[in-house]
Structure formats: structure tokens, C-alpha cells
T-cell receptor
């Protein structure tokens, strides 16, 4: 079974803080993704990575950065947290070279910025 | 510009009957379509998918239909069960899921009435 693990289920931070969200997968997937989910907006792609040290911007990268130092780990960084970054953050992973395979998601981190 | 649209925010169906969830898309480059199910405070769970070379895919109680000319897909659940009550997201990829993030609809909240 695919396991995508996000380090925190709930997190509360203050505006201006630097925030790190961590994600680990155990399926040797090349691709890893960060999405945020907001009510009425569905899931939106922030960043993804198809290999170690590689990254691609998604649809809403502003205010975020990412780090992929190891194949199994993908970190999302909020450089200076703001209240509009209060959201549910979801990490996912998938194979790069096997077509028509789904992405598998972690259970999410509910982040509140006060 | 929303490329994947789920026009029904919610749907109520009686237990035992058929649930039909609909999804429309505008991007003709999409070649892989997926349905995810999401409970509150959990990550999305992959349900079923279909590639653009097929028009139907079945897995137990779940069937996905794809109409490329109408740019429309639907998820049929037969028979509907109380545990099916959740938010369902339609998603699509341009690269068979191998090299890009997914584009999601805003979701449909399915409520199964006893």
C-alpha cells in the first residue's frame, strides 16, 4: 500500500513566521506534489517536483517555496506566513514513467495563521 | 478560467439508488481523468480513472463514462451506500498523469439518505 505521510495534522503559526510542512512517501515515486484545498475552490497545485532537486511551479506558487533533497521527502516552505495562507495543505506522489497511474495523497495538514 | 467544472455543489440520493456525479472540461489536451473521494479532515482517496482512449471503466460499484466529443465525464455509483457520503472531486491530466499536476474541479458533496 502506498503511504504518504505528512508530519503534522494541525499547525498554528503567527503572521511573518517561516513555516515548514514536511511530506514523506514510501513508494519510490519520482513525482511529488503540494496542493492546497479551500472551501468552494477545490484543490489547487502549488508546486511539484519530478526528481531530486528539481521543482516546477504550479498554479499558485506565490509566497511558497519547496525543497527536495531526497527522493522520498518533499518540503513546502511558507517564507513569511500570512493569514491568507490559512488552508488545508495536501501532499501527493506518483510515478513519472508509468502512465495512467493515480496520484496518492497524504491526510493533509490543517494550517492556521493567526 | 476553470478547466474542470463540477456544476453541482451537492447531490442527495437515497440509499440503494444510483448516484450520478458529473464533470465537464474545456481543455482538449487532457488525456487522463480521475475521481477522488474525500472525507472531512482526511486526504483524497483515489476511486477510479479513465484514459482518453476508452469511454468506460468499471470497478465494482463504480463506473466512469467519458464522452470526448462533449468533453464530459460522469461517475456512477450503484447501489449507493451510506459510506459513500463524501465530497467527490473530478481531476484531469495532460500527460497521462506522468509529468504534471492534476487540475481539479471544485467538488460535489454527495449525501446518501437512509
Amino acid at each position: 500500500d502506498v503511504k504518504v505521510t505528512q508530519s503534522s495534522r494541525y499547525l498554528v503559526k503567527r503572521t511573518g513566521e517561516k513555516v515548514f510542512l514536511e511530506c514523506v512517501q514510501d513508494m519510490d515515486h519520482e513525482n511529488m506534489f503540494w496542493y492546497r484545498q479551500d472551501p468552494g475552490l477545490g484543490l489547487r497545485l502549488i508546486y511539484f517536483s519530478y526528481d531530486v532537486k528539481m521543482k516546477e511551479k504550479g498554479d499558485i506558487p506565490e509566497g511558497y517555496s519547496v525543497s527536495r533533497e531526497k527522493k522520498e521527502r518533499f518540503s513546502l516552505i511558507l517564507e513569511s506566513a500570512s493569514t491568507n495562507q490559512t488552508s488545508m495543505y495536501l501532499c501527493a506522489s506518483s510515478f513519472r514513467d508509468r502512465l495512467y497511474q493515480p496520484q496518492h495523497f497524504g491526510d493533509g495538514t490543517r494550517l492556521s495563521i493567526l | 478560467d476553470q478547466q474542470v467544472k463540477q456544476n453541482s455543489p451537492s447531490l442527495s440520493v437515497q440509499e440503494g439508488r444510483i448516484s450520478i456525479l458529473n464533470c465537464d472540461y474545456t481543455n482538449s489536451m487532457f488525456d487522463y481523468f480521475l475521481w477522488y473521494k474525500k472525507y472531512p479532515a482526511e486526504g483524497p482517496t483515489f476511486l477510479i480513472s479513465i484514459s482518453s482512449i476508452k469511454d468506460k471503466n468499471e470497478d465494482g460499484r463504480f463506473t466512469v463514462f467519458l464522452n470526448k466529443s462533449a468533453k464530459h465525464l460522469s461517475l456512477h455509483i450503484v447501489p449507493s451506500q451510506p459510506g459513500d457520503s463524501a465530497v467527490y472531486f473530478c481531476a484531469a491530466s495532460e500527460t497521462g498523469g506522468g509529468a504534471d499536476g492534476l487540475t481539479f474541479g471544485k467538488g460535489t458533496h454527495l449525501i446518501i439518505q437512509p
